[in-house]
């Protein structure tokens, strides 16, 4: 079994800044893409940023230029530097794995979502 937990969301006034930090822990043999996605009340889950394990990186259009995204291999930990945050970035957050267990099934996993705010 596989567990993603997230941490570092919460409130945020305009052009603010956070750090997002999901972990990877369990039965895990390797992981190779880590990414986050949100999704905002009303809306789709949409994708933020994705990293492949050597570091290879893919942005929504909506946060290219405010948002990086990195990976510790050795911890199994994925991060989102979050910057210049705008109202409309407020949703939920989720991390994302693409892993392979110790008995070689491979899956998509996911965190429970850390909520974001961004208002005055």
């Known amino acids: 079994q596989v567990h993603l937990v997230e941490s570092g969301g919460g409130l945020v006034q305009p052009g603010g800044s956070l750090r997002l930090s999901c972990a990877a822990s369990?039965?895990?043999?390797?992981?190779?893409?880590m990414g986050w996605y949100r999704q905002a009340p009303g809306k789709e889950r949409e994708l933020v940023a994705v990293?492949?394990?050597?570091?290879?990186?893919n942005y929504g259009d909506s946060v290219k230029g405010r948002f990086t995204i990195s990976r510790d291999n050795a911890k199994n930990t994925v991060y989102l530097q979050m910057n210049t945050l705008k109202p409309e970035d407020t949703a939920v957050y989720y991390c994302?794995?693409?892993?392979?267990?110790?008995?070689?099934?491979?899956?998509?996993?996911w965190g429970q979502g850390t909520q974001v705010t961004v208002s005055s």
């Open positions: 990293i492949s394990t050597g570091g290879s990186t």
């Open positions: 994302n794995a693409d892993v392979t267990t110790m008995r070689f099934l491979k899956g998509k996993s």
């Open positions: 369990g039965s895990i043999l390797s992981i190779s893409a």
